[in-house]
């Protein structure tokens, strides 16, 4: 039954709700499309690691997951997010094996599957076609893997969770990072278990893991043209803090006003102010606000693409489950399998607090959320077992299980009913319906031209407008508007809006052969019902809404008939 219910809450309007395929899932979506149809990445490659996009390499085992998910949907929404959803339940059922492995009870275990059923970070990330729920998915599986072994010495899976813990680096980038550290730690922890087995068995079981790991690593990282992105993202490259050592160590010396030309800082200065001293300042700052009240339970990731608004990570009733259960993980600790699990919430935060905007950011999370929410569940456990000793304990339980029925749908609600229109924005909402309307629309014009102001639209026009993979491959990967190659996809480029299209500079070089899509940051007049706003020297075609009824975009042409100054009055509507 709660897997059953899983499944519903992660499968059910999977086409509405986020309210749009966002671009990182268009990439997903048709990277899927370009390896079903021509076995090659939609760049005309082919590689054992990756997946090259327009922006960046992707990982492999979430496209072939989501490729093998998608065959029997005809939905492209349901095509994209399946495979995510249905990893989403795995995680489900393998949260509640591993509780299982902890506890022996089989109301733990369905606590748990309960618990990860309705988690709002659970749920969101297993509706996103993200690689964020598959590393957990191979997270937990190798944690299933491993206990599993401790408790049979099955050699199946103790082979078995040196493979998965391979493989996992296939799944999501931070996985590069958790995966070897992951071996060290159970090597240092389960040492003498590993003797049991064998020194010939346990080199075999870690060599299985860097058999699989190490190429990928490799090619990701050294031989990668992906590197300018690992050193952005990296609290070590942060270009803000040698300015601010250098600030700090002026104002200790007193050059701050009046520089001195090689004046040294002073010793206290080169104490105090380092890099080294900065870097660890960055990372507890990082730490604090991941395991911040407002990130867990009250606002969440500020980011909207992760995280529902009006809702932290966790139901706010979890924050009682979460005391209990780590006061009892930290009971445990002579037991290894608890101590593993604690060492695991923060090396699962790791990737997260090594990063500059790592700050409450819930898809680099996604294994702290793993050990986090089974600590949650195990204090559910625990509280009913100490509650239900008595009649004001057993009736504390029915007001518990009362309030967190309430909040669990309360947010449903919110994530069902409210999210899809607050947040369709930020999903790129409205390129689908601007492919149907070029298809209507451009059989008229030489050109059509799409604005960059939001998302880069081109990867959305591939794949709404249902292109060929054969076809952009042959057509390369460049669409900018001197990019002429004789070919059908010459007609649709992006364009990028120097001046607002109320305004004479905007509107003079438009052209009467061109179909223009613009957002309402191009032209920011509300021209729903009042027509005589629209600027002389325009031609207004077409509206795209977002589901609240604001304006997404407009499409528009040059109107040659009436080539007067735009009205002063209108400009000012327009500013």
């Known amino acids: 039954l709660v897997v059953l219910v899983a499944i519903f809450i992660r499968f059910v309007s999977l086409d509405k709700v986020p309210p749009s395929l966002y671009y990182d899932e268009i990439d997903l979506g048709y990277q899927i ?24 390499d992707k990982t492999q085992l ?70 964020a729920e598959f590393a957990l998915l191979f997270f937990f599986l190798f944690i299933q893997l491993f206990f599993s072994w ?3 010495k099955s050699k199946i899976s103790f082979f078995a969770s040196a493979i998965v813990l391979g493989l996992s680096v296939y799944t999501y ?55 300018p992105r690992i050193n952005q993202i990296s609290i070590f490259s942060d270009p803000l ?6 600030r700090y160590r002026e104002i200790d010396s007193g050059d701050f006003q009046n520089p001195v030309v090689g004046k040294g800082a002073t010793l206290k200065s080169k104490i105090f102010f380092n890099k080294l001293l900065s870097f660890a300042e960055k990372y507890r700052d990082n730490t604090f606000k991941n395991f ?121 609600n919110n994530y069902f009913v409210h999210f899809p229109i607050k947040s369709s924005r930020e999903f790129g909402y409205g390129f689908k319906q601007i492919a149907d309307k070029i298809s209507q629309y451009s059989s008229s014009y030489n050109t059509v031209l799409i604005t960059d102001s939001s998302d880069q639209p081109m990867l959305y026009y591939l794949f709404w407008a249902k292109i060929p993979p054969k076809d952009s491959q042959a057509y390369g990967s460049e669409y900018g508007l001197g990019v002429i190659k004789n070919h059908y996809l010459d007609k649709v480029k992006p364009y990028h809006f120097d001046f607002p299209l109320c305004e004479n500079q905007g509107i003079l070089p438009l052209r009467h052969d061109t179909l223009y899509v613009v957002s309402f940051l191009n032209l920011p007049l509300d021209l729903r019902s009042d027509k005589k706003l629209i600027p002389q020297g325009i031609k207004l075609l077409d509206i795209i809404k977002y589901p609240d009824n604001e304006i997404a975009f407009y499409l528009l042409t040059r109107d040659t008939k009436d080539n007067k100054p735009i009205d002063l009055l209108k400009t000012q509507k327009c500013r």
Request: aromatic share 14%; with cysteine.
């Open 292 to 412: 911040s009240p407002d990130f867990l339970f009250l606002s969440g990731d500020p980011n909207r693409r992760h995280s529902a608004k009006n809702s932290g990570e966790l139901i706010f009733l979890d924050a009682i489950a979460l005391f209990v259960g780590a006061y009892f993980v930290y009971s445990q600790l002579w037991d290894k399998k608890y101590l593993f699990l604690s060492i695991l919430l923060f090396l699962g935060a790791l990737p997260s607090n090594l990063t500059q905007d790592g700050a409450n950011h819930a898809s680099r999370l996604i294994t702290f959320s793993g050990p986090l929410l089974i600590i949650v569940s195990l204090g559910y456990f625990n509280l009913l077992k100490s509650l239900k000793k008595s009649l004001a304990g057993k009736l504390f339980c029915i007001l518990l299980i009362t309030v967190w029925i309430f909040t669990s749908t309360q947010f449903l």
């Open 33 to 56: 499309r370009s390896l079903l149809q021509t076995g090659k990445d939609y760049r005309n490659t082919q590689s054992l690691f990756y997946f090259r996009s327009f922006n960046t």
């Open 173 to 227: 980038r931070t996985m590069s990072l958790l995966a070897p550290l992951m071996m060290l730690v159970v090597l240092v922890i389960f040492y003498k278990d590993f003797l049991k087995m064998g020194i010939i068995k346990s080199i075999i079981w870690v060599s299985a893991i860097l058999i699989f790991s190490v190429p990928f690593l490799y090619a990701t990282t050294l031989a990668s043209n992906d590197q």
């Open 241 to 246: 803090i040698p300015i601010t050592v250098q």
């Open 62 to 131: 979430p496209i072939l997951i989501s490729s093998l998910v998608s065959l029997p949907f005809k939905s492209p929404e349901y095509q994209v997010r399946a495979g995510t959803a249905l990893v989403g339940v795995g995680v489900v059922i393998l949260s509640m094996m591993i509780i299982f492995q902890l506890t022996q009870s089989l109301l733990a275990s369905n606590l748990a599957g309960l618990v990860f059923a309705f988690s709002p970070w659970q749920i969101h990330f297993s509706r996103l076609a993200f690689e």
């Open 150 to 152: 401790l408790k049979s």
